[in-house]
């Protein structure tokens, strides 16, 4: 049984998973990492895989938590036919590799966008030849409402919700945050199209802050449970 472990700056997404499928799963903030030692001891762990994008702290606490020593991954040039354009994939999310190498499994001849809701929106371009073109990283929405309620005199308000036409405080402050992850998202999906000459490429939306950025979308977006896992399956050849 292979333990895999995606390990983002909010929270810790886990899996365990034989012959190919997901036999428990889970996620944890970083504060109650603790708690997975005993959540893991539990099963006939042979092999495990992680993705840390937040950091060496986060990483030797999941190391202990792990009775295996943690293979961790980075982001590639190159995987079963998807081809990197980054320039530096030492420097890229790894989270942002595997979560397309995950969205490739799931739909392999098509042109995706695949975002990435979680502490900043990822959102990527994929070619239906297996281009990775690059992606875009903006706040996500919490960290934008923090820093308006950090930096501002009066925006010190919770969040309310996404109106077209917001006349009030919290909701304006909603909707403009989600309205600009909804952009970044709708014009990389316009670009995507724009640059293969083909119309509409498919959308999948995977994190914590999926569905609230679902519900904000013009055109169809497909919620996948955890893309990133997904890819790690992949590479952690989890058949
Ligand atoms: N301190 C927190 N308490 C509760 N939820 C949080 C906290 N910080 C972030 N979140 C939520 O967790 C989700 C982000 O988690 P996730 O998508 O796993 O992001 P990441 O991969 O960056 O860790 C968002 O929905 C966000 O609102
Ligand atoms: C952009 C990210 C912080 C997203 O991480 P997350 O929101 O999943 O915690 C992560 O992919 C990252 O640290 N990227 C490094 C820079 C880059 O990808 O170019
Ligand atoms: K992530």
């Known amino acids: 049984m292979k333990l895999l472990i995606d390990a983002g700056n909010s929270r810790v ?18 504060a109650e990492l603790p708690s997975l ?26 190391e202990a938590a792990s009775r295996h020593p943690v293979h961790w ?14 320039r530096n994939v030492a ?16 739909h392999p001849d098509e042109d ?34 923090g820093a308006l309620s950090h930096n501002t005199a009066q925006l010190k308000r ?10 009030n405080t919290p909701d304006a402050l909603a909707t403009g945050a ?9 014009r990389m999906r316009a670009r995507l199209a724009e640059q293969t000459g083909r119309p509409s490429p498919r959308l999948l939306i995977s994190g914590g ?3 609230m950025l679902a519900d904000c979308l013009t055109g169809p977006a497909d919620l996948v449970d955890n893309l990133v896992l997904l890819g790690l399956m992949s590479v952690a050849d989890c058949r």
């Open 209 to 211: 802050d999926a569905p």
């Open 37 to 62: 030692a005993e959540r893991w001891a539990k099963h006939p762990v042979t092999e495990a895989w992680g993705a840390c994008v937040a950091g060496e702290e986060v990483k030797a606490g999941l």
């Open 13 to 30: 997404k886990w899996a365990l998973c034989e012959q190919g499928r997901i036999v428990e799963q889970g996620a944890v903030l970083h």
């Open 158 to 167: 919770e969040p309310g919700a996404w109106h077209e036409f917001p006349d």
């Open 112 to 145: 995706l966008v695949i975002a990435l809701a979680g502490t900043a929106l990822t959102v990527e371009a994929l070619s239906a030849d297996g281009d990775y073109l690059g992606g875009a990283i903006l706040p996500g929405a919490r960290l934008m409402l």
């Open 91 to 106: 420097e890229q999310g790894v989270d942002r590799w595997l979560a397309v190498l995950g969205a490739r499994a799931l």
């Open 73 to 86: 991954v980075t982001s590639e040039a190159a995987r079963g036919g998807v081809r990197n354009h980054y």
């Open 178 to 186: 989600w309205d600009a992850l909804a952009g970044a998202v709708e």
